[in-house]
């Protein structure tokens, strides 16, 4: 062997040897977090066939649920925190009775749960409304054409039929979509006047108008009762995949009586209740989240011990929240929003973890260029200066805090009457943004600050969020439209073409979207009245769908992020009871951490490098 | 009866007459003025009329066919939001209004529908516009209609007190 081999040979041994001594080092770290841990398996059985049963265990000293899947009859959980747990288990038409375990570290008690005829995983009925096929609440006929390829872009298929009423009501929603009162007075909703004129995407001529509300009028009029289409489709499940999978829930605790959400002030605010609405990571592996219930409030979430602990905004809940994010030097941002005085002058507000402050209140439009006069924020992104853009839902523009100036400027979307929803960073520092209004995606050369806009294939329609992946290809989860499915949308930005994969799911209702790190796509599904609410994942490579149903049926979910280990972390903000933060693991077996992380490190602009040239697009 | 006499009599009718019209009129203001139940009969069905006319253009969308509100609409799962920053529009007759309202004054419901309805353009009815979509909205909670109109002034109303 020659000196030279030998060299390698023990370079290469010793890089092996430290990289094997990392691998332990974060392993025993690793394991340590979950040493602690506890574990617990089963056997489910019924009187019937099920399929995927849901196997639910609360842990009541923590106040954090788990879910679980039956697989062949079999179930199994982990890692579980010690203490105390109640476990119920429920599959279409079944259900067990409670039973209650105490759970220690390192143990793995085995479970016996029986199943019964019961409400199941089904919430029970809503008083005074009935199902009924889609044929049977939209018959053919003039204006059935309108709905479908109007109405239906953006409402699903219950919204019409759920609210009947007289013609006066019918032409007075109709007027609000087509902006009867705008001549006089600016808009007040985002909504108001989408079907304004010449200014709107979707067909809506007089003639439309005028079948629409003689069909409406006919069908859903006053002598009518409330109905929802029945979901004619079962929701595809695959118990192999499934039985890998667990959901936890933390719950926000329920504010005492005369207090908070409870409180005379604001118990008949909202839903009198808390409201999560998105969620975001720090840079400990902490999950944030904005509580949209009145008082509004900023939720920080150590999940690695399940402690809570909540920041009230400014001003209580004058101007309102929805999103947040969070930059590279841990500031979470939080634009204002609606709230309790819709027409204020809205801000963008910067917390500060380490002293607990809102250290930021800049005025987000200070030059008042948006002139509506009532203008609320939404979505955000950072770029890789860490320069902060935040979209005007109520506005139709965006607006750049630039970091070494400490400055505000806006800049109106070229698309008149744009209503952006989310807003995301590519690799490129373009700022993209989803339009909510046409079903548009509008990109924002940051460096040029000029604006392109691209329609998907599927045109008009309705985005809401979207997302980036990898390679820098744009995704959008575009909603379903009457009887076509929900949609995932690709643009390629190296050839500027569109893909469209559908979902194998009538009522898909596709909201945001986001890749994990094997490049999978997931997506959170909003629920129909009886069909279940659902986390799921599309592979680009495989065109393979999975879909995983939340332990909370009816509970939609707006916003989603992914960690380095693929963990799906949201928030179930149509909860009624159990309002939460929570998170899918898609195997349990793989999870090494209960913190959240991002893929490439620090919160913030999500790309781990600077982009690649800035100079050379100028 | 001699002309001076005819003269004395006519004048003399003419003061009764006098006396007895400005006598009315001040009963009748007396009654504006006195306070008041809306179960009294306070409003005039020509008026309910006249505001069911501005109800149905201008407040119907929110406060729907009855004065129900939103909030008697059926929720449709997964989507509680979607109508999100759109106006709250509480019921504006029956039961849940009177309750709300019960011991307050007709003034104060007057001032508030003035200086906040409709959402967006406050204060673009008439005074009488106002007066008018109030009595419908008594009329919807099956309150008896009167003789008198509700007057379009708000000091006057206040004389008026809203109870279940």
């Known amino acids: 062997m020659s000196k030279r081999l030998l060299t390698s040979v023990v370079a290469l041994a010793a890089l092996g040897w430290a990289a094997y001594v990392l691998n332990v080092g974060v392993a025993a770290q690793q394991r340590g977090e979950l040493a602690g841990m506890a574990r617990l398996s089963g056997t489910v059985t019924a009187p019937q066939a099920f399929k995927a049963g849901q196997v639910y265990l609360r842990n009541v000293d923590k106040n954090i649920l788990y879910m679980v899947f039956t697989s062949g009859g079999q179930f199994r959980a982990a890692p579980l925190f010690p203490g105390s747990y109640e476990v119920i288990v429920r599959a279409k038409g079944l259900e067990s009775t409670a039973q209650t375990v105490t759970l220690r570290a390192g143990e793995n008690p085995k479970l016996s749960l029986a199943m019964h005829a019961g409400q199941g995983v089904e919430p029970a009925p809503q008083a005074n409304v009935t199902f009924a096929r889609y044929s049977e609440i939209y018959p053919q006929g003039p204006g059935l054409q309108v709905i479908e390829q109007g109405c239906m872009r953006c409402h699903d298929e219950n919204f019409i039929p759920a609210r009947p009423a007289s013609e006066d009501v019918w032409k007075a929603r109709l007027g609000h979509m087509t902006g009867a009162e705008l001549n006089v007075r600016d808009s007040r909703a985002y909504n108001e006047g989408a079907l304004a004129g010449r200014v709107q995407w979707f067909p809506f001529s007089t003639r439309d108008k005028e079948e629409f509300v003689a069909y409406v009028t006919k069908h859903y009029g006053t002598d009518a009762k409330p109905r929802f289409v029945r979901a004619e489709q079962e929701v595809p499940l695959d118990e192999a995949v499934l039985g890998k999978a667990m959901f936890m829930e933390y719950y926000l605790p329920i504010d005492p009586p005369g207090t908070g959400s409870s409180s005379a002030e604001f118990a008949k605010r909202g839903r009198g ?83 607990e402050k809102w250290e930021h209140q800049l005025p987000a439009d200070p030059d008042n260029v948006i002139r509506n006069s009532v203008k609320w924020m939404q979505s955000m992104a950072l770029d890789s ?23 505000v400027k806006v800049y109106p979307i070229s698309e008149r009457g744009a209503v952006p929803y989310g807003v995301i960073a590519d690799r490129n520092d373009n700022i993209w943004m989803a339009l909510w209004n046409s079903g548009k995606l509008a990109k924002f050369d940051s460096i040029n600050e000029q604006w392109t806009e691209f329609a998907p294939l599927t045109f008009p329609s309705h985005i809401r969020r979207l997302n980036v992946d990898a390679q820098n290809n744009i995704w959008a989860a575009i909603w379903n439209q009457g009887r076509r499915p ?5 643009l390629d930005q190296t050839t500027g073409r569109f893909t469209e994969y559908d979902v194998p799911l009538w009522t898909a209702q596709p909201y ?68 939460s933060i929570s998170v899918l693991y898609p195997d349990m077996d793989k999870i090494t951490s209960l913190g959240a992380f991002y893929q490439y490190g620090p919160p913030g602009n999500p790309w781990p490098s600077p982009p690649v040239s800035q100079t050379a697009r100028r | 009866m001699n002309r001076r006499t005819q003269w004395t009599s006519a004048a003399a009718a003419a003061l009764v007459v006098f006396f007895v019209f400005v006598a009315s009129g001040f009963s009748r203001t007396a009654a504006a003025q006195a306070p008041r139940s809306i179960k009294n009969g306070v409003y005039t069905v020509d008026q309910a009329r006249r505001g069911r006319d501005h109800y149905r253009k201008r407040c119907v969308l929110c406060h729907l066919d009855n004065g129900q509100g939103r909030g008697a609409e059926v929720e449709i799962v997964g989507q509680s939001l979607e109508r999100e920053g759109d106006a709250e529009a509480p019921a504006v007759a029956g039961d849940p209004f009177l309750s709300k309202w019960n011991g307050k004054s007709a003034g104060a419901l007057y001032d508030l529908m003035r200086k906040t309805m409709p959402v967006g353009s406050a204060g673009s009815l008439s005074a009488q ?9 008594l009329e919807l909670s099956k309150l008896p209609a009167g003789q008198q109109e509700l007057p379009a002034a708000a000091d006057q109303l206040t004389l008026i007190t809203i109870e279940r």
């Open chain 1, 486 to 490: 929900g949609k995932l949308a690709k």
């Open chain 2, 129 to 137: 516009d106002y007066a008018d979509v109030l009595a419908y909205m």
């Open chain 1, 273 to 355: 209740i808390r409201w999560g609405q998105d969620v975001r990571f720090d840079a400990e592996g902490n999950v944030w989240l904005t509580d949209r219930g009145y008082p509004h409030r900023l939720v920080k979430l150590n999940p690695r011990t399940g402690q809570q602990k909540d920041y009230l905004y400014p001003d209580g809940a004058a101007n309102g929240n929805h999103d947040l994010t969070i930059d590279r030097f841990g500031t979470v941002w939080a634009p204002e929003h609606a709230g309790l005085k819709p027409d204020g002058a809205k801000r963008i507000l910067g917390f500060n973890p380490k002293t």
């Open chain 1, 512 to 579: 945001d979207v986001n890749p994990d790190p094997e490049g999978n796509m997931w997506f959170a599904d909003s629920p129909t009245p009886d069909r279940v609410a659902l986390i799921s994942k599309f592979n680009p490579r495989t065109r393979q769908f999975n879909f995983y149903p939340k332990p909370q049926f009816a509970a939609d979910t707006p916003k989603i992020q992914v960690t380095r280990e693929g963990a799906i972390w949201f928030s179930p903000r149509g909860s009624r009871n159990q309002p």
């Open chain 1, 385 to 407: 200066k860490s320069n902060l853009y935040v979209g005007w839902i109520m506005g139709g523009a965006i607006s750049k805090y630039e970091r070494a100036t400490g400055k």
